[in-house]
């Protein structure tokens, strides 16, 4: 029983997958995109209701037949406002998540509500993910994060998502599925003891080994918005003189290399575990570039937050099928 | 005892409280037809559920609930012999929504409790009549939903208020629906399958199947109303309403009753005089007969049947409010002989019973050997000799008729009719009791006439040879003026006297209220397929049948649900803008209209700018709009808002309506 619906549910996103085409977001929803069924409740509400009916007409009582069309029609207005509490909504999502495996993917759905009625209880479902539900009051909006949990490394794509509703008294079940491809690529996680390869040179010429190239003092150069402010010449600057960064020897400019040829011996999730390991080293600690070269892919050196997710999410991207 | 553990779908104990609340409102409906042992369980399951709520445990463990449940059950079916039929029915509900909050645990027991209020709300209306008793069950409904939308309502939970103003809004916007199915939804003649009509006992009223002397009195005191009637036509004159009910034949000298009368068909009448046509609605009165005026020729009720002596009956007791059209001839002949049986039956006495008063109407007979001479002789006796008619005779022992006739002389409209049959049939003229109603009080603010437990009343039929049964009231020999009018009016002196008799706005107001009552009967109560058919014939729509029925109910649904839609979306789009944001809206979608469609990322100025360069015709107009709105919009009004500013926004939105932007010329 539960195959057959769960087979069911796959025709019907199939269907709709291929009825709505891809979505561009922000994504208003459109009331042909609604679906909606009673829920288990529904039905044995429905069925009281027939039987209501039925009572009424076989006892010819007409309060009784009054009374129950009017709950009848009660569970008509409720399916209205059920179907209502979707319509019109617009939702947007950051498409693309990074994550360390054994952690959580967070999408963080944005909510907008123009409409002049609230929408309570709208549920944002990302399959494997458990649904997070948010009310949203009229004329405002509200941000829905959707915790995915991240098991292995890899990246994981869903050509959809799913908001749905069971508002106002659970007897309805509207849904509406959102063709928009989400990407959680999950980074290793960070793991292995091996020092960075410009650590472990430095060490193999005898180099103390908390040198981290602080020392080699090479001389200054003028500020510029986004240098390191660990690096400003205070002194300088408390001299009167204008803002400096001290630079270090030449050893510091040169770029980190994180090769995969450089852990022989190890294997493959090991392998991207320390280089995942090493990005975060390289880009909490010292300031100088560093790029990543795993067999298919070579990444020059850079810094930053936008270099880290791509290095990461190529460690991510290692082993999997290319996408479309 | 094990302590709740919260988790998103357990219930909370206010949840539990406002859930409680409803069950009691809805049991409190039914509260004189459930066993009492049974509220009691209800009640101290609810009691002790809410108890171990309030202090934070869970519900109690399924041994102890499935002891109550066993037990409760037996007791039930041990009352009611069975679970089929409304009161068993409707106790076993009340049973399980008691048990089920006993075991209350997360939401969906209590959803379930709310469908088995549901259910008990609608089993009490069934055999209701009550208008209150729909609005009360109503409010109930509408707190159980109210309750149930703080239930499914993730939290926080909305206000007691929002809920309930929410939950009532719904119901307003169900009811057009509900009133087309309601109207429209196809009724059938008679309940579709039996139900056992047991375990309700409801005291019988009116009058019964046997009448002694002094059973009639009691009824002339009360106020109850027996009857109402509406005449269609014509109204007959006050003394041929006589409203027949039981006919009694079986005398044993003190007390008249109806012991089975054979169910052969009556004999047919030759009418003599106009006919009548009226409505009767009659209170419930626990019995099979219908009260028809004398005599009922035709009537709309399928399964009634006239008896051998002319009573309209019906299968089952009358135990609801109903209706029926029926046609009557106040003037009849027979046109066929008295049975032999039904003249064996109509002449016999009880042996040895009343031995006076056989010997005076044997002196009688043989002054008065015609028959009629007979019946003058007899209605005389009453006339001339001291024959007091009073609502407080006299007790009279085993031959009431003797001690009547010969002692005290005192009697009531029974004591007369009782006396005036054995007379008749003393000298083998065929004589019967018929007992019903006389006459009624008029209603002049609805056109109707109420007929009163006061109005009962009885008489003799007789059979003459060659003209049939007639109709004799011997009462009217002692007083004629006195029922020329109600009984009522006849009380003696000493006889209590309603209060508000004298006091005539009272009694405008009596009748007010009870014209307002018999509105709702006839058009609420009692509204069945021919008043569908009436209210189908006011929409132009001629000989109804199941299919035009059919078809005015599903135009009449998609009537209701376009209006529930335009009413849902309306309310989402209501308030959504402040004027002018509506009124800009419709300019811009004029604009679109005629294919220049505001881009997503263009102020106004810059819109009515790029307008003006496309659109060289249109650019006078438009680019003063749109600065005009974008002047309302981010001037100095926004700030405070004068009375000024919203004439002025009323001034553009009235500029924009009359804006008729036209396509461009190819």
Known sequence: MATLRQAARNRLRAWAARRHGIDTLPLRIHRRRIYIVPTRFGLLLGALLFAMVIGGLNYSSNLGLAFAFLMVSLVLVAMHHCHRNLLGLSVDVNLEVDAFARTEALFHFMLRNESAVDRCDVEVCVPTAQPAIKSVVTGSYEQVAVAVPAERRGVTRWSQFELRTRYPFGWFHAWTYVQAPLTAFVAPTPAGNRPLPSVAAASGKAMPSQGRGDEDFAGLRSYAPGMPLKHMAWKVLARGGEAAVRIYSDRGAQPEWLEWAALEGLETEARLSQLCRWILECEAGYPRPYGLKIPGIDIMPGRGPLHRSRCLRALAAHGEPMTP | ????????????????????????????????????????????????????????????????????????????????????????????????????????????????????????????????TSFWLLIYLLAVSWLTTATLLKLTHSAPPPGWGPSARYAGRLFAHAVPLALVLWLFFPRFQGPLWQMPAQGRHTAESGLSDSMSPGDITELALSDEIAFRVRFTATTPPPHERYWRGPVLHDFD?????????????????????????????????????????????????????????????????????????????????ASQPLGATMRRRDTLLPPGRNV????????????????????????????????????????????????????????????????????????????????????????????????????????DEIWIEGRGWLRIDPTTAIAPERVERDLKDA?????????????????????????????????????????????????????????????????????ALAWLTWQVRREQRRESKDPLARAYDRLCSKLAAVGLPRKAYEGAESFGARIARERPDLAREVSALCRRYSRLRYGESLHHRSKRASVAEMAFAARVRTFRPRRAAL
């Open chain 2, 1 to 128: 005892m094990k302590l709740a553990t919260p988790s998103a779908t357990s219930t909370t104990y206010s949840q539990l409280q406002w859930i409680s609340l409803c069950l009691g409102l809805a049991l409190a409906a039914q509260v004189t037809t459930l066993p009492l042992w049974l509220l009691v369980v209800v009640c101290v399951a609810v009691a002790i559920r809410l108890g171990l709520a309030a202090r934070g445990y869970a519900a109690p463990s399924r041994a102890i609930r499935l002891v109550i449940s066993a037990v409760s059950i037996a007791m039930l079916l041990v009352q009611f012999h069975t679970f089929n039929g409304l009161p068993a029915g409707s106790a076993l509900l009340s049973l399980m929504a008691g048990l089920k909050l006993l075991e209350t645990q997360s939401r969906r027991d209590v959803y379930v409790v709310a469908l088995i209020i549901y259910f008990l709300s609608l089993a009490s209306l069934l055999e209701s």
């Open chain 2, 491 to 559: 009380v003696q002196s000493g006889e209590p006297v309603r209060w508000s008799e004298g006091i005539p706005w009272i009694t405008d107001m009596r009748l007010r209220v009870d014209a307002l009552r018999q509105l709702w009967r006839e058009r609420i109560l009692f509204y069945d397929q021919s008043s569908q058919n009436d209210l189908l014939a006011l929409l132009h729509i001629p000989e109804p049948d199941g299919q035009k029925v059919a078809m005015v109910l599903a135009f009449g649904l998609v009537l």
């Open chain 2, 253 to 333: 000298g003190h007390t008249w009753r109806r012991e089975a009368v054979g169910s052969f068909a009556p004999a047919a009448l030759t009418p003599a005089g106009g006919a009548y046509r009226y409505v009767v609605s009659l209170e419930p009165h626990q019995h099979n007969w219908i009260f028809a005026l004398d005599w009922p020729e035709r009537w709309d009720l399928a399964d009634a049947r006239l008896t051998s002596d002319y009573m309209l009956v019906q299968p089952r007791a009358i135990t609801r409010p109903i209706e029926v059209s029926a046609t009557s001839y106040t003037q009849v002949q």
């Open chain 2, 356 to 459: 006076r008063t056989l010997e005076l109407s044997h002196r009688l007979r043989d002054e008065h050997p015609d028959d009629m001479g007979y019946v003058r002789a007899v209605l005389d006796l009453f006339r001339q000799q001291p024959f007091y008619y009073t609502l407080k005779p006299p007790a009279l022992a085993d031959d009431s008729v003797d001690e009547f006739l010969f002692i005290t002389r005192h009697g009531f409209c029974g004591h007369y009719a009782s006396a005036f049959a054995t007379l008749m049939r003393a000298a083998g003229i065929p004589a019967r009791v018929v007992t019903g109603y006389y006459g009624g009080a008029f209603n002049r603010f609805a056109d109707y006439w109420i007929v009163r437990q006061s109005n009962a009343h009885a008489w």
